[in-house]
């Protein structure tokens, strides 16, 4: 059972506006969240992660934004840029627990010039 | 750093050939993991390792696929017999687990075909 959910597996969003890629979580222990970008014929690499003791991370250009009570998160991108398009995953982490990630399906998003 | 290594980028084989994946690690991370990624599931754990030791295997598909790490810096991931839906990328991470990080390092994949 896929315990973090990645709805929308694409996205298409004009240079210049934001992008919300959106992830959804049903295990009540995760308490740490990381979004990873893939390009193609190359690993995932990290991106930007956030604390469950807080509801956003700011890093540039991106920040996530966390809804502890809807189990949900959310990574935004302002301006979105042409190099930006690439696969988005969402991971999550019980850090009382063991140390591996769980993984959504992933979201492509392509940034129209 | 050179980062995560793995060998081979590509390989194609046929149905009940056995197919051994390489990774080499960041040098001085404790943690490594085998992946594998699909269309239908995403980023699927196999397993992963703790210095050295495998700590949980429950996602290894069955038991044609086996993961061995005989040191701090190489780690094999074999199918055998190999199978068609075994095809897939298959990614390797490593990781430091240090002042709450959880990041992981990935490799750049091998893309497994079996025909």
């Known amino acids: 059972d896929q315990q973090v959910k990645q709805n929308s597996p694409s996205l298409s969003v004009q240079e210049g506006r934001i992008s919300i890629l959106n992830c959804d979580y049903t295990n009540s222990m995760f308490d740490y969240f990381l979004w990873y970008k893939k390009y193609p014929a190359e690993g995932p690499t990290f991106l930007i992660s956030i604390s469950s003791i807080k509801d956003k991370n700011e890093d540039g250009r991106f920040t996530v934004f966390l809804n502890k009570s809807a189990k949900h998160l959310s990574l935004h991108i302002v301006p979105s840029q042409p190099g930006d398009s690439a696969v988005y995953f969402c991971?999550?982490?019980?850090?009382?627990?063991?140390?591996?990630?769980?993984f959504g399906t992933g979201t492509r998003l392509t940034v129209i010039p | 750093d050179a980062g995560v290594i793995q060998s081979p980028r590509h390989e194609v084989t046929e149905m009940g050939q056995e197919v051994t994946l390489r990774c080499k690690p960041i040098?001085?991370?404790?943690?490594l993991f085998w992946y594998r990624q699909t269309m239908m599931r995403g980023l699927e754990l196999l397993i992963y390792?703790?210095?050295?030791?495998?700590?949980?295997d429950s996602g290894m598909p069955e038991d044609r696929f086996s993961a061995k790490m005989p040191n701090a810096s190489f780690s094999t991931l074999k199918i055998q017999p190999s199978e068609p839906r075994d095809s897939a990328v298959y990614f390797c991470?490593?990781?430091?687990?240090?002042?709450?990080?959880?990041?992981?390092?990935f490799g750049p994949g091998t893309r497994l075909t079996v025909t």
């Open positions: 991470a490593s990781s430091l687990q240090r002042d709450r990080k959880y990041e992981q390092y």
């Open positions: 390792f703790n210095n050295n030791v495998p700590i949980d």
């Open positions: 040098s001085g991370h404790d943690y």
């Open positions: 991971a999550a982490s019980a850090t009382g627990g063991a140390n591996n990630l769980f």
